[in-house]
């Protein structure tokens, strides 16, 4: 079926240095594309979300890239801090669907 | 704004009893509500789709009848675990949803209840 997946299942990035957390989706009739976070027994927190019809957008130290040719979707947290531990799950709204479908996840750690 | 809290954070109980989960939207009203379930190192699985005052949406194999699905008010959804098993230990989480100012909707997400029965 569809699905939104991850290729890297856990990453380990040196505090300070930018962190790529890659995803990978199949369904070409989402609206728009959502990072989300979530810590340790908590709910997941809104990072960023990009439209389907743009390729890039920024925020505060993260960055999101959509690449609908090869289906692929890239989250950027740029100067990487100790705070930004957790696990990254990429999410597509499909709105025809009143639905968010959630990829399977990466775990981020920071190397001090 | 965009508060939405579950109540409890946490509960154990007994093989065989049923337990109710609230979510609440806290200062907005939610035109849906979304239930998902969690198990250790996985990912958020959608469970059903809940709107005020008609029945819930249930995603491909969620027992309807053993997660019964309640929709109040546009502030409240209850989800309630009937005759629970061991295997229905995990995070059940919720959210809520809300127009924006440019159509969209948005979903915002509880803190998420962890169930362990024994």
């Known amino acids: 079926g569809e699905s939104v997946g991850l290729h890297l299942p856990t990453l380990s990035v040196q505090e300070g240095d930018n962190s790529i957390i890659n995803c990978a989706y199949s369904n070409s009739a989402s609206d728009y594309f959502i990072w989300y976070k979530q810590e340790s027994g908590k709910g997941p927190q809104f990072i960023i979300d990009i439209r389907s019809n743009m390729d890039k957008r920024q925020g505060q130290r993260v960055t999101v890239l959509l690449n609908k040719t090869v289906k692929h979707l890239s989250l950027q947290i740029a100067a990487t801090q100790p705070g930004d531990s957790a696990v990254y799950f990429c999410?597509?709204?499909?709105?025809?669907?009143?639905?968010?479908?959630f990829g399977s996840g990466t775990r981020l750690s920071i190397r001090p | 704004g965009a508060v939405v809290s579950q109540h409890p954070s946490w509960v154990i109980c007994k093989s065989g009893t049923s337990v109710k989960i609230e979510c609440r939207s806290l200062?907005?009203?939610?035109?849906?509500m979304f239930w998902y379930r969690q198990f250790p190192k996985q990912s958020l699985m959608l469970m059903a789709t809940s709107n005020e005052g008609s029945k819930a949406t249930y995603e491909q194999g969620v027992e309807k009848d053993k997660f019964l699905i309640n929709h109040a008010s546009l502030t409240l959804s209850t989800l309630t675990v009937t005759s629970a098993h061991p295997e229905d230990s995990s995070f059940y989480i919720c959210?809520?949803?809300?127009?924006?100012?440019?159509?969209?909707?948005?979903?915002?997400f509880g803190p998420g209840t962890r169930l362990t029965v024994l």
């Open positions: 959210s809520a949803s809300k127009v924006d100012r440019v159509g969209r909707d948005e979903q915002f």
């Open positions: 999410a597509e709204n499909i709105r025809s669907a009143s639905k968010i479908i």
């Open positions: 200062d907005f009203q939610a035109t849906t």
